[in-house]
């Protein structure tokens, strides 16, 4: 997928406006033509200026092989003829410069100019979207990236198109680690026929990394992360020095391997039964006492929706 905001190369009045909000466009198709009557002229001077600079070269040129001027006449003629040639060059690109095309084929988006508007240089024009084929990006788990490998495939759905699944393949992973999730960014690219995908929706990505293998399913802020490891904190029976039983936390290392919706799939360091804190992990350290208060649950969907 590419997307741009169409914009004016050139300051200029709008003279032309040739297309509508909305519709699809071919690369190289006329958006937009600014007044160059301007430079039309001046184009029209200037050629009559380089018609002359040849006329002078040619005469220069016959007359220094005759032997009867100089050589540094003749070679001021010819001087004067390339600079008038890129004169004439310059100008025709200024006027091809202010007629403003598709950059690539695509559905445009709404019209942000009116005819006889005056356009500084860089000012948009309209939004324009190429949808066929799009790309998704996500991210996965640093364990399970080089599994994620390029070319595996994967399925895309969104419950904004009537749950349709799209069929893609992973067609780059970032360099990088993001350091505070520790996940790695995938991209993928899939058919988008009909462009019922659009860019910013949010949508569900299912991709096999590898085997199927039991997991517990515990909510997104039960886990607090770190560099030196992902931890949990479980609730216990603990005792204090004067071995007073109290109830309290101990904090768990844990191992994860990826994440749906509000959930994130812990393979090792709890058991199931076991009581985690999801709420204020962040003021916790190992062994302070707590009290339970399960008034506030948080998120826990494997595939919630986007609120408008």
């Known amino acids: 997928m590419q997307g741009v905001t169409v914009s004016a190369d050139l300051p200029g009045t709008v003279a032309r406006i040739a297309f509508d909000s909305g519709k699809a466009v071919n690369a190289g198709d006329v958006l937009v033509e600014l007044d160059t009557r301007q430079e039309r002229a001046q184009l029209a001077a200037m050629e009559a200026q380089r018609d002359l600079a040849h006329i002078n070269f040619a005469r220069m040129k016959q007359l220094v092989d005759e032997g009867v001027i100089a050589r540094t006449e003749y070679d001021n003629a010819t001087a004067q003829q390339k ?49 066929n084929p799009i790309y998704v990006n996500f991210g996965v788990p640093q364990q399970t990236a ?49 462009g019922k995908l659009r860019p910013g929706m949010f949508v569900q990505v299912e991709i096999t990394t590898g085997a199927d293998r039991p997991v517990i399913a515990l909510p997104t802020s039960v ?23 109290y109830r309290g936390v101990r904090q768990e290392f844990v191992k994860v391997e990826g994440s749906r919706g509000d959930q994130v799939a812990v ?14 992990v962040f003021k916790l350290r190992n062994g302070a006492a707590v009290q339970v208060n399960n008034k506030v649950q948080p998120g826990n969907n494997p595939a919630p929706k986007p609120e408008d």
């Open 83 to 131: 600079a008038t040639d890129a004169q004439v060059g310059e100008i025709r690109a200024t006027i091809a410069r202010k007629t403003i095309r598709a950059p690539f084929s695509g559905i445009l988006g709404i019209r942000q100019v009116n005819l006889g508007q005056y356009l500084a240089a860089g000012e948009a024009i309209v939004p324009l979207q190429s949808l």
């Open 146 to 194: 080089a599994q994620a490998r390029v070319g595996r495939t994967l399925r895309v759905s969104s419950n904004d198109v009537g749950g349709l699944t799209f069929v893609g393949r992973v067609t780059a992973l970032d360099s990088v680690v993001n350091e505070a999730t520790r996940n790695v960014q995938v991209q993928a690219t899939l058919a988008n026929p009909g």
């Open 223 to 245: 886990i607090n992360y770190a560099p030196y490891g992902d931890s949990v904190f479980v609730v216990s029976d603990l005792k204090d020095p004067s071995g007073k039983t």
């Open 267 to 280: 393979v090792s360091g709890v058991k199931p039964g076991d009581e985690v804190v999801s709420s204020g």
